[in-house]
């Protein structure tokens, strides 16, 4: 059971690149989420979907794009790279679109705009 | 806005001491859920424990147990007899308003031999 699976686990771009963050779900879970960390500031949520086809804006959605075409996957679209956002971005999912869902995180993937 | 405040950016053990991180937090909401989560040098997020709002009860999950105090709106994470491969980072979060999780900004525990 592979859980959260994310990639690349590294990434280096140039200022104006894009790229794509990968994540997958082998649990079934309908909540799927991106947060980014940074030091000193925790983890903030960039964007949520609480179903396939439904995605909705977090606490710093701006420069990300997301959508959701399967239960499975939920791909974080950077779109022209920032040194801002620079970070260490983690994609979680949960069960349940409610209060009790404990977030299962994948590994991480540390991304650096140059 | 609703946050999570943990105020100790740092905090160190002795082994098999004991420790307790605190956590304060802001909400409007009458029910919620409350986590800490561990995050190791391997980066990968882990639940430590969880308590619902509701329940008068602290939860206790083996050597980790919580202080819940809902009208001070505190949640302090106790650590008893404090091991090596419990230096972390840690994170308090709090459900909210559309049932997003909202984190603190984390604290370092070591843990010295």
């Known amino acids: 059971n592979a859980g959260v699976t994310q990639t690349p686990k590294f990434q280096v771009l140039k200022t104006g690149q894009s790229m794509t963050l990968q994540c997958a779900q082998d649990m079934n879970h309908e909540y799927m989420s991106w947060y980014r960390q940074d030091p000193g500031m925790g983890l903030r949520l960039i964007h949520y979907s609480v179903g396939a086809g439904i995605t909705d804006q977090g606490e710093v959605p701006n420069g990300y794009n997301v959508s959701r075409s399967t239960t499975e996957d939920f791909p974080l679209r950077l779109l022209s790279a920032a040194p801002s956002q620079t970070s260490v971005y983690f994609c979680?999912?949960?069960?349940?679109?409610?209060?009790?869902?404990?977030?299962?995180f994948g590994e991480g993937s540390r991304l650096t705009v140059l | 806005a609703q946050t999570v405040t943990q105020s100790q950016p740092e905090m160190s053990v002795q082994e098999a001491e004991t420790v307790t991180l605190s956590c304060t937090y802001d909400t409007s909401e009458s029910d919620y859920y409350l986590f800490w989560y561990k995050q190791p040098p391997s980066r990968q997020m882990i639940l430590v424990i969880r308590?619902?709002?509701?329940?008068?009860q602290n939860a206790t999950e083996n050597r980790f147990s919580v202080n819940f105090q809902k009208a001070a709106k505190s949640f302090s994470l106790k650590i008893s007899d404090s091991q090596l491969g419990d230096a972390a980072m840690y994170f308090c979060?709090?459900?909210?308003?559309?049932?997003?999780?909202?984190f603190g900004k984390g604290i370092t525990l070591s843990v010295r031999p």
């Open positions: 979060a709090r459900t909210g308003a559309n049932s997003k999780l909202t």
């Open positions: 308590q619902e709002a509701y329940k008068q």
């Open positions: 979680a999912s949960s069960y349940s679109w409610g209060q009790d869902g404990e977030l299962f």
